[in-house]
């Protein structure tokens, strides 16, 4: 088994999707979190400049979706088929643009909070009619088993809630599906036990 060391801030974020994997997959890794202080330091030092990165027996691997079709690689989690991983693949890019879009990082209070209730507001609803009309009937997004997708769902829709606690109130499929993957034993274990965290 290779040594695994995760390396981003105290936050769930961008290393969370990662995070899920391992914990599912019960894959011991380091869980390095950074404070925002100390980054500086460290970015200079990273490939690309960004976080997170997975050290895999020290090479470091960047970009959390690469790093997430890496670890569910041979697993069910990236789908049973090659048609399924594509699948897998088309729901996380969609969720990932929409993600994208927010921003994140803008200093100016009054342009954060116009652009994410813009998005929240007048994007949002059409996203989440289309994941919708996509799970139809269904347990899960893809095939018949939880996939990374459903993870990736999960993550999203509880950061967008922070700042839209009514968000998926006329989605009840999709909070449905939320749910199912908080009560994975080994996703809900991850979550009792993760340092809580606004993001």
Same mark, same amino acid.
């Given at each position: ?34 404070? $925002? @202080? &100390? ?5 200079? #030092? ?5 976080? /997170?990165?997975? +050290? ?30 594509? $699948? @897998? &693949? ?5 969720? #990932? ?5 927010? /921003?994140?990082? +803008? ?93």
């Amino acid at each position: 088994m290779p040594n695994y060391k995760l390396t981003y801030f105290n936050m769930r974020g961008r290393g969370e999707i990662i995070r899920y994997i391992f914990a599912y997959l019960n894959v011991k890794y380091e869980d390095h979190r950074i404070e $925002q @202080v &100390d980054w500086p330091k460290i970015k200079s #030092d990273l490939p690309f400049g960004k976080i /997170p990165i997975l +050290e895999v027996d020290g090479l470091a691997l960047h970009q959390s979706l690469a790093i997430a079709r890496y670890l569910t690689k041979n697993t069910d989690l990236a789908g049973k088929t090659e048609l399924e991983q594509c $699948q @897998v &693949d088309g729901i996380v890019d969609t969720l #990932d643009d929409f993600m994208s879009r927010f /921003p994140w990082a +803008e200093k100016k209070q009054e342009v954060k909070d116009q652009v994410f209730n813009e998005l929240l507001t007048h994007d949002a609803p059409h996203l989440l009619q289309d994941l919708d009309t996509y799970l139809g009937g269904k347990e899960w997004f893809i095939g018949s088993s939880v996939t990374w997708a459903d993870f990736y769902w999960e993550i999203c829709s509880t950061t967008l809630l922070v700042f839209k606690p009514d968000l998926l109130d006329s989605h009840p499929t999709l909070m449905m599906l939320q749910k199912r993957v908080q009560a994975i034993p080994a996703i809900a274990n991850w979550i009792q036990r993760r340092p809580q965290t606004k993001l």
